[in-house]
T-cell receptor, first 114, second 119 residues
Framework: AQKVTQAQTEISVVEKEDVTLDCVYE???????LFWYKQPPSGELVFLIR??????QNEISGRYSWNFQKSTSSFNFTITASQVVDSAVYFC???????????FGKGTRLHILP | DAGVIQSPRHEVTEMGQEVTLRCKPI?????LFWYRQTMMRGLELLIY????????DSGMPEDRFSAKMPNASFSTLKIQPSEPRDSAVYFC?????????????????FGPGTRLTVT
């Protein structure tokens, strides 16, 4: 079975602070994809990143960075120097190679306070 | 390049009425997914298509829900008759072949959603 757990339901931080969103996944497959999506208050779901199970290199994109660790089955997302525009619900997701579907976590609602 | 297009963006209807939601996937994508999002249940996959063929409809709540994909550029999700508990945001998403093949891309791109309110 595959499963994605985002234990943090809601987080509030003050602007310019760094914040890390946790994601833990379960899968029996050795080949899989991990994703992060952002859902701002406007409601659309925006794709942020995809990693495959063979690539454990951390990724950095501007203020965003992702830490993929197979040893702990985690794919955490860090926002550095947070801004009010980062306020959104963030979803971590998993897909196995043999399956067409993506399984989403419950999401973490992030509030960046001015 | 246009993204996934959904219409209408908002729909308000009375219980018992038929509701049809529409989706145009990204050109070239051969997978199309319908999701429902509510506060209580989060994001639920209802059904998905590959090359216009329904592959898995196990998430469709009941017989009142039906989905079609008559061609590669159009899909509909129909609720008949609608009930207040169907009120939700319905998303359509598309992707290219998800298999781990050279150049394969697995991420799904979502439309803006249709906010359905059934009174």
């Amino acid at each position: 079975a595959q499963k994605v757990t985002q234990a943090q339901t809601e987080i509030s931080v003050v602007e310019k602070e760094d914040v890390t969103l946790d994601c833990v996944y379960e899968t029996r497959d050795t080949t899989y994809y991990l994703f992060w999506y952002k859902q701002p208050p406007s409601g659309e779901l925006v794709f942020l990143i995809r990693r495959n199970s063979f690539d454990e290199q951390n990724e950095i994109s501007g203020r965003y960075s992702w830490n993929f660790q197979k040893s702990t089955s985690s794919f955490n997302f860090t926002i550095t120097a947070s801004q009010v525009v980062d306020s959104a619900v963030y979803f971590c997701a998993l897909s196995q190679n043999r399956d067409d579907k993506i399984i989403f976590g419950k999401g973490t609602r992030l509030h960046i306070l001015p | 390049d246009a993204g996934v297009i959904q219409s209408p963006r908002h729909e308000v209807t009375e219980m018992g009425q038929e509701v049809t939601l529409r989706c145009k996937p990204i050109s070239g994508h051969d997978y199309l997914f319908w999701y429902r999002q509510t506060m209580m249940r989060g994001l639920e996959l209802l059904i998905y298509f590959n090359n216009n063929v329904p592959i898995d409809d196990s998430g469709m709540p009941e017989d009142r829900f039906s989905a079609k994909m008559p061609n590669a550029s159009f899909s509909t999700l129909k609720i008949q008759p609608s009930e207040p508990r169907d009120s939700a945001v319905y998303f359509c998403a598309s992707s290219s072949s998800p298999r781990v093949i050279a150049g394969g891309s697995h991420e799904q791109y979502f439309g803006p959603g249709t906010r359905l309110t059934v009174t």
